[in-house]
């Protein structure tokens, strides 16, 4: 089984741009979740959706958003880049009730 | 609010012997906490969780985590350390608040780099 894939593995942008990232979670997963690690730094909580719906969102500003499509990926959208936004992105993929969740390698982001 | 500690920044064993990774945890409500692995360049992959049961959790590549209600502490050990075990380590918690159907999101600490020399 595929685990949960992330597009792309590393992407380099310059301040002011927007970027997008991809994530498709593993088959019959049905929430997805958007993690932001700075280096040095635990993984902080950007999004999670499920059934395609906004679940719950961090402390992050409205540059940052996302969305879930029918088929259950993901994309997460960053306007106007700040350096700071440099950083990995988490994507992790989950089913109801089972508190396990699955993290794709992430994508890596640097913002010059 | 939820929240995890780790309060060692690094944590150095020789290859044979026995490591422990500290974690202490702070919620409201019953705990549900998490070991995760990530190597470098790489995403974080899961060791074990404790939701409810027995306090001794055991999990991927032999590790295993004892929970302590009394001292809050969910700490990761390993009886006899290999050197492809150096990486860093993260404790999270699931936070208190989830929506419908969803599982709610987790709150990590801020890592503990595992090193071990042969």
């Known amino acids: 089984d595929a685990g949960v894939t992330q597009s792309p593995t590393h992407l380099i942008k310059t301040r002011g741009q927007h970027v997008t990232l991809r994530c498709s979670p593993i088959?019959?997963?049905?929430?997805v979740s958007w993690y932001q690690q700075v280096l040095g730094q635990g993984p902080q909580f950007i999004f999670q959706?499920?059934?395609?719906?906004?679940?719950g969102r961090g402390n992050f500003p409205d540059r940052f958003s996302a969305r879930q499509f029918p088929n259950y990926s993901s994309e997460l959208n960053v306007n106007a880049l700040l350096l700071g936004d440099s950083a990995l992105y988490l994507c992790?993929?989950?089913?109801?009730?089972?508190?396990?969740?699955?993290f794709g390698s992430g994508t890596r982001l640097t913002v010059v | 609010a939820q929240s995890v500690a780790q309060p060692e920044d690094q944590v150095n064993v020789a290859e044979g012997n026995p490591l422990t990774v500290k974690c202490t945890y702070s919620?409201?409500?019953?705990?549900?906490l998490f070991w995760y692995v990530q190597y470098p360049n790489r995403g974080l992959q899961f060791l074990l969780k404790?939701?409810?049961?027995?306090?001794l959790v055991k999990g991927s590549y032999g590790f295993e985590a004892e929970f302590n209600k009394s001292q809050t502490s969910f700490h990761l050990k390993k009886p006899s350390a290999l050197v492809s075990d150096s990486a860093l380590y993260f404790c999270?918690?699931?936070?208190?608040?989830?929506?419908?159907?969803?599982?709610?999101?987790?709150?990590f600490g801020k890592g503990t780099k595992l090193s071990v020399k042969p």
């Open positions: 992790a993929s989950s089913l109801p009730s089972n508190y396990g969740y699955t």
């Open positions: 999270a918690v699931r936070d208190e608040y989830s929506y419908g159907g969803s599982q709610g999101n987790l709150i």
């Open positions: 959706y499920y059934e395609k719906e906004e679940r």
């Open positions: 404790y939701i409810t049961g027995d306090n």
């Open positions: 088959s019959g997963h049905k929430s």
């Open positions: 919620v409201s409500g019953n705990p549900y």
